[in-house]
């Protein structure tokens, strides 16, 4: 019987064919791509800022391809970002509320951190919160706990 069942089996082994894919192509946006295949430590932000600066004089350009320099940002300048975009080339850029672009580069800017904290009758209350970027938020617990007497 094993004999019989190996001589049925022997051909699916020998013959090959051609397999028809059922799969289907998913098409992904470049964006989509960008955020599936970068890292979150890389040189590039992924979200937009809520309250940028920057370090030092810093190129802005008039089209989303950073060809044309149309102006520089100096670190006392306040500026708004308004969209996140990815150019022709794959790289992060953002969209000023001026219609004017820049690289949405980490290794010019920086954000503003925002700390809450709570005095309370007897001292500081159970913790401080930090605000880094727009979607992240953690909490602190302070050293010293107030002495409730």
Same mark, same amino acid.
């Given at each position: 019987?094993?004999?019989?069942?190996?001589? *049925?089996?022997?051909?699916?082994?020998?013959?090959?064919?051609?397999?028809?894919?059922?799969?289907?192509?998913?098409? $992904?946006?470049?964006?989509?791509?960008?955020?599936?295949?970068?890292?979150?430590?890389?040189?590039? $932000?992924?979200?937009?800022?809520?309250?940028? !600066?920057?370090?030092?004089?810093?190129?802005? $350009?008039?089209?989303?391809?950073?060809?044309?320099?149309?102006?520089?940002?100096?670190?006392?300048?306040?500026?708004?970002?308004?969209?996140?975009?990815?150019?022709?080339?794959?790289?992060?850029?953002?969209?000023?509320?001026?219609?004017?672009?820049?690289?949405?580069?980490?290794?010019?800017? !920086?954000?503003?951190?925002?700390?809450?904290?709570?005095?309370?009758? $007897?001292?500081?209350?159970?913790?401080?919160?930090?605000?880094?970027?727009?979607? !992240?938020?953690?909490?602190?617990?302070?050293?010293? *706990?107030?002495?409730?007497?």
């Amino acid at each position: 019987m094993r004999k019989f069942l190996v001589v *049925l089996l022997l051909p699916a082994f020998i013959i090959t064919s051609r397999v028809v894919s059922t799969e289907k192509q998913l098409p $992904y946006s470049s964006q989509e791509i960008y955020y599936l295949t970068e890292s979150d430590y890389g040189f590039y $932000y992924k979200e937009i800022l809520e309250s940028p !600066m920057v370090y030092g004089e810093t190129a802005v $350009y008039a089209n989303e391809d950073l060809v044309k320099e149309s102006g520089k940002l100096t670190p006392g300048t306040t500026f708004k970002i308004v969209e996140w975009r990815l150019n022709k080339q794959g790289v992060p850029v953002f969209k000023l509320d001026n219609h004017q672009f820049i690289l949405a580069d980490k290794r010019w800017s !920086m954000i503003k951190v925002k700390f809450k904290l709570k005095i309370g009758k $007897y001292g500081w209350s159970r913790g401080l919160l930090s605000i880094t970027a727009p979607m !992240m938020r953690k909490k602190f617990l302070p050293l010293f *706990l107030p002495i409730n007497a």
